[in-house]
């Protein structure tokens, strides 16, 4: 299957998000990845004999026909510190080209994204019940002791940040509040990094090893005015122009597209946009629209093996019609792998 014409002709864009550094794989495989999962990965490349491609280089040859055999892409969202302290240098000592959608906005500050960190410092009290969270700004006895429980308490959390245009700071002063009640060192998450993004100087010695940066959007989100939306890009793309090429390619923030984005996307000059829908990529494929494998450690190996040879979408039964919905419909698409991006919530102000 590996060597039909047919898998000849496609691309694999592979998908990632966290590597772990500590336990976060553990609190969300979904999302996070053990790295030694990730050398399996690679490992199974090498041995497979996969051509892993540039992302340009790979969508260049899509297009002209002249992909070599099995030919792979891969792709990081977001730029998290995890990237550049575990996942880089895995993929380093394979020597396999890499890209990173990298938002920019909160690169240079020092402080983990809030919704992530909320949900990891609950996690890690989850033994526990708070029966007097009023310091929170919430009133009900707080019980984590379950996944839901726990779920539900973020979401308020982050609605009622949200709801009263809390800035980034005034967040993290919550988040921190929240880990001296559960009794976890607030001081040593921030400077472990981890749930932050990798700064300017990080990327730009990434960049000086061949990482290639593309856009994900400056605030990770996708304002459906399209002013803003354009200011997405043109910001995002700003912040990474001291790394060299000027980015052209874009992933869409959490999966989430509308047809009207593709549009706005031509009008800045960007030439791919990648979502989170499984597929391998053809000449056919929508350029605005193009299918990536999200890969977790939820997958088995034989999974990914099947994906890597093009057996398993030949094997998937198309469970959904395409995710495209047109703007007059007025929903945000969204594929059920979404769920599993980073979600930098953004406080409205610079
Ligand atoms: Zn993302």
């Known amino acids: 299957m590996a060597d039909s014409k047919w898998r000849r002709n496609r691309l694999l864009i592979l998908c990632y998000h966290g590597i772990s550094r500590y336990d976060e794989h553990v609190w969300r495989p979904s999302l996070y990845m053990d790295p030694g999962v990730l050398r399996q990965r690679l490992e199974i490349l090498k041995q497979g004999r996969y051509n892993v491609l540039r992302l340009g280089e790979a969508l260049r040859r899509l297009q002209t026909g002249d992909l070599p055999p099995r030919g792979v892409a891969i792709t990081f969202d977001d730029g998290g510190y995890d990237f ?12 396999f080209p890499v890209t990173v959608y990298q938002t920019t906005y909160y690169s240079d500050y020092q402080m983990p994204v809030f919704n992530l960190v909320c949900s990891y410092l609950l996690w890690k009290g989850r033994d526990r019940v708070l029966h007097n969270p009023k310091e929170l700004g919430l009133s009900d006895p707080l019980d984590l002791r379950t996944e839901r429980g726990r779920m539900h308490i973020v979401r308020k959390l982050v609605r009622d940040a949200d709801a009263s245009n809390l800035t980034g700071f005034q967040k993290n002063d919550l988040a921190a509040t929240l880990a001296k009640s559960l009794d976890i060192s607030y001081d040593e998450i ?8 990798m700064n300017s100087s990080e990327r730009a010695e990434l960049a000086a090893a061949g990482v290639d ?11 459906l005015e399209e002013r803003l939306f354009r200011k997405e890009i043109q910001d995002n793309r700003q912040s990474l122009q001291k790394l060299g090429e000027t980015a052209i390619h874009f992933c869409y923030p959490s999966g989430v597209y509308r047809q ?17 829908d499984s597929g391998l990529a053809s000449r056919r494929s929508n350029p605005f629209l193009l299918p990536r494998l999200v890969d977790t450690s939820a997958r088995s190996a034989v999974e990914f093996e099947a994906w890597l040879s093009g057996l398993a979408p030949l094997l998937t039964v198309r469970k959904a019609a395409p995710q495209i919905i047109p703007a007059a419909a007025g929903r945000v698409s969204q594929s059920k792998d979404a769920a599993q991006s980073v979600l930098v919530k953004d406080d409205g102000r610079e």
Do not use: D
């Not at 921030?190 to 993004?197: A, G, H, K, P, T």
């Open 190 to 197: 921030v400077s472990s990094r981890i749930f932050q993004l």
């Open 213 to 223: 940066f593309q856009l994900h959007t400056h605030r990770h989100r996708t304002p």
């Open 260 to 276: 009207e984005f593709q549009n706005w996307l031509q009008m800045e000059n960007v030439v791919s946009a990648t979502t989170c």
């Open 84 to 95: 550049y302290a575990a996942g880089f240098p895995v993929i380093k000592s394979f020597g």
